[in-house]
């Protein structure tokens, strides 16, 4: 039987598999040891990938809402009445009637990133909503505004690295973020099986925290506290040597004195961390001879969030292990979306959200304020709804107040193969092929691997007969926008012929011949040269490319934004002003990944839910005997926004006074068409999230830390 090889799609660590066919069913699926990157490894949700495509819940046609459920409609239908609706709307209301949301997986799919953009020119509207604002939107902004490029983002070297500070992040689960490297646990291993030293920071003793020399509890929402102190430790004690970023690097000096204000003690109380236990830490990270901080979505969705993505920068960059080996490093992608233009550089702030005025980022608002601006009446109201491959009832803060938002549209319609909880409010969902009926490469996550390496998986299975892939649908709908009146160079061009000679693989062809290891070098990469490599081909390994791949204004790198440096001002006020100090029996709520979850959508896999119920409150055994409570039984959770029935699991894992939900659950509600999770439907921790706890500075939602009680 022939081998079929391919990358996994569903986490960012872009394990190669091999998978056994017997006619439409797969028999076999293990990691791919001849993949240079992943050498073998994967995890248990590998398994979701077959068993997604075999799910009878899966829709394989489109279909229309009616009274009595939902009715099959033809493709032409459903793309003519989608553009028409969504036209209609922005005819009569104008552009920003209709709003787009883009969930996670579109970035997990070449399809989805680019063709995405010809249709969202084409509903030009200024509603544009991602899943970035729950999740990387302070990574961009600190990119952009220190190194010019939102996309040029630093990646930790873990492989060559002999200090890696953990703040906000357990890739022992997640398998790495923003850092995609298959098989974490190992490098993990291996970095301190070669001395180095792993150092976590988290309110919870979590996996990754198992594995670490030292873990420190923190308070949540503190760590830009505890990163200023670091800083200022560093400075304080002479420890600073950025060495040859010196010669291309500002703001140094102004570095320097904001940091002056913030020594370890003030700090400690705000944090729950000693000084003597931060002195030590920054004495660790300037002297090990390759250090590097990095934190995840822990860091980036909270209320400092864009402060936390910064700091972090400037502290590899001024112990001199900003694009060093072993420090944190910048990528060189076969297909180089930063190359060309072909990705813009990105802006900030060029206009306010309508109703609470949020910052826009590369002309997306955040998602925290897509439910008032449904709701709220006015010029500018949101009354239509595209969304595509999200669920944002469940991913998004205070996603109940969003459903009742969702419920009151007057036209909404869905990409994607689910009936979930956000699309069961749509009018029509288009479902895209499976994720084994499309050839895939990464154009996204190989520009954030700690090593460059390509590969292409063709299709698996041939699509079914009638099924449309994501971009085949976005540019149906596209060439139906551009018919109206809409992207008037597309119609002249021509729609049908630009569009049916823009598909992801005449694009990928074209980006690998122009990327840096194509045409213009000794390696001439093509699809050709990809196709005849199943398992994929290393590139090598990150290698350092500053100043020259800057995209500043005279290629330099600022270390101290005025954006950024302003905001220190409202951390001060908020954490070490007069109101700071929690009130009495309040806890704060922060989330966690599961390593059988993957965000909301993997719970209709029997083989990934069976055991235990997962979605259970974690909290400290002083915290629950303060409150009488004891493990398995059921607790209530109250917020300001909601209040949620949850299994209480009593943990020592827990920093006193905190407490842990997983994200991702909550299938219980009505009309959704996912058996299996309904079955194991838990709570959504979105229904205590608050839209109204966003990073002032990003928009960004701020789900680490949130007020809540729990009672019997
Ligand atoms: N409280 C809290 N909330 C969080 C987080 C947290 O840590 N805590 N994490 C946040 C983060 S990091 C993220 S990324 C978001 C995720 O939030 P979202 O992106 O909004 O949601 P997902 O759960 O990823 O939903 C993915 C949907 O895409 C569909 N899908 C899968 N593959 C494809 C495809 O190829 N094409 C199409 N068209 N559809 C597809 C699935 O059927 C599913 O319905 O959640 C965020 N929400
Ligand atoms: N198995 C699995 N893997 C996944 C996913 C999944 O759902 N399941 N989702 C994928 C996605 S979309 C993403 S974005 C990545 C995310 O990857 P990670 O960021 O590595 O994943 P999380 O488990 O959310 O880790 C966040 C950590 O931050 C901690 N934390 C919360 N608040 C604070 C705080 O204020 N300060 C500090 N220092 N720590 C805090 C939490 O306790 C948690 O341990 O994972 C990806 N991989
Ligand atoms: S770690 Fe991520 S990419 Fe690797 S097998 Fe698991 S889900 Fe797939
Ligand atoms: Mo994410």
């Known amino acids: 039987m022939p081998l079929h090889h391919r990358t996994c799609t569903l986490c960012e660590a872009m394990c190669g598999l091999t998978l056994e066919v017997e006619g439409e069913t797969v028999t076999s699926l293990r990691g791919d040891r001849e993949d240079p990157f992943s050498r073998g490894f994967l995890c248990p949700k590998a398994t979701a990938l077959p068993d997604v495509h075999a799910d009878p819940d899966r829709l394989r046609h489109p279909v229309r809402r009616t009274s009595s459920g939902w009715a099959r409609v033809s493709w032409r239908e459903a793309l003519d009445e989608t553009a028409e609706r969504l036209a209609g709307i922005q005819e009569s209301a104008g552009r920003d009637a209709v709003a787009v949301y883009l969930g996670n997986p579109s970035v997990h799919n070449w399809g989805t990133v680019l063709a995405g953009v010809p249709l969202v020119k084409a509903l030009g509207t200024r509603n544009r909503y991602s899943a970035t604002s729950v999740d990387q939107l302070p990574h961009h902004l600190a990119a952009l505004l220190m190194f010019g490029h939102q996309l040029l983002l630093p990646i930790p070297d873990v492989d060559r690295t002999d200090f890696l500070l953990l703040l906000g992040a357990n890739p022992v689960v997640s398998n790495g973020s923003l850092m995609t490297a298959p098989g974490m646990p190992l490098r993990l291993k291996a970095l301190r099986a070669r001395g180095g030293r792993l150092v976590v920071v988290d309110p919870r003793r979590t996996e990754t925290a198992e594995l670490a020399d030292v873990h420190h509890f923190i308070r949540p929402g503190s760590d830009a506290l505890l990163l200023l102190a670091l800083l200022h430790t560093l400075f304080a004690e002479g420890r600073v040597a950025p060495g040859r970023l010196a010669g291309f690097s500002d703001g140094l000096e102004q570095v320097e004195r904001m940091v002056r204000e913030f020594p370890p003690e003030g700090v400690a109380g705000a944090t729950g961390i000693a000084p003597e236990s931060i002195r030590s830490l920054a004495r660790g990270f300037a002297s090990a001879p390759r250090a590097v901080a990095y934190g995840r979505v822990g860091l980036s969705t909270q209320e400092f969030g864009g402060l936390c993505q910064w700091l972090l920068n400037v502290l590899n960059a001024v112990t001199g292990n900003l694009d060093r080996p072993g420090g944190a490093m910048f990528t060189r992608p076969a297909f180089d979306v930063l190359r060309g233009g072909l990705a813009g550089r990105g802006h900030f702030r060029r206009r306010r959200s309508r109703v609470r005025g949020l910052p826009e980022f590369s002309g997306e608002y955040p998602v925290a304020a897509l439910a008032e601006e449904i709701l709220t009446p006015g010029p500018g109201r949101i009354t239509g709804l595209l969304t595509i491959a999200g669920n944002p009832v469940l991913s998004t803060p205070n996603g109940a107040r969003l459903e009742r938002a969702l419920a009151s549209l007057d036209f909404m319609a869905a990409v994607d193969f689910y009936v979930n909880e956000t699309t069961r409010h749509a009018h029509l969902i288009l479902p895209p092929t499976s ?188 915290d629950a005997s303060a409150r009488g409570l004891r493990s398995g039984q059921l607790v209530r959770v109250e917020s300001r926004v909601g209040s949620i029935p949850i299994p209480l699991e009593v943990s020592e894992e827990m920093m006193p006074g905190t407490v842990s939900i997983p994200h991702g659950w909550g299938h219980g509600r009505p009309g959704v068409q996912t058996r299996v999770a309904a079955a194991h439907p838990g709570v959504s921790i979105n229904d205590l999230t608050d839209d109204q706890a966003v990073d002032a500075l990003t928009g960004g939602a701020a789900f680490s830390g949130i007020p809540v009680r729990v009672v019997a």
């Open 435 to 622: 994720p084994l009926e499309h050839d895939h490469y990464d154009v996204v996550f190989h520009l954030l691997a700690v090593r460059n390496t390509a590969k292409y998986s063709p299709a698996l299975f041939a699509p079914a007969t009638d099924a449309r892939h994501d971009w085949e649908i976005f540019h149906a709908l596209s060439a139906r926008l551009a018919g109206r009146g809409r992207l008037g160079w597309l119609r002249r061009a021509g729609r049908t012929l630009v569009l049916s000679l823009a598909t992801p693989r005449r694009l990928l062809d074209l980006g690998l011949r122009l990327g840096p290891h194509g045409r213009g070098s000794e390696r001439r990469l093509t699809l050709r040269a990809l196709e005849a490599a199943p398992h994929g081909i290393d590139l090598g390994p990150l290698e350092p490319c500053l100043p020259g791949r800057l995209f500043t204004p005279g290629r330099r790198i600022q270390l101290a934004p005025p954006e950024l440096v302003e905001d220190v001002a409202r951390l001060r006020e908020r954490l070490l002003g007069p109101g700071a100090v929690a009130a009495d029996g309040w806890l704060q709520l922060v989330g966690r990944r599961q390593l059988r979850s993957n965000n909301s959508w993997m719970h209709n896999s029997q083989r990934l839910v069976k055991g235990p119920e997962r979605c259970t409150l974690l909290m400290h055994p002083g």
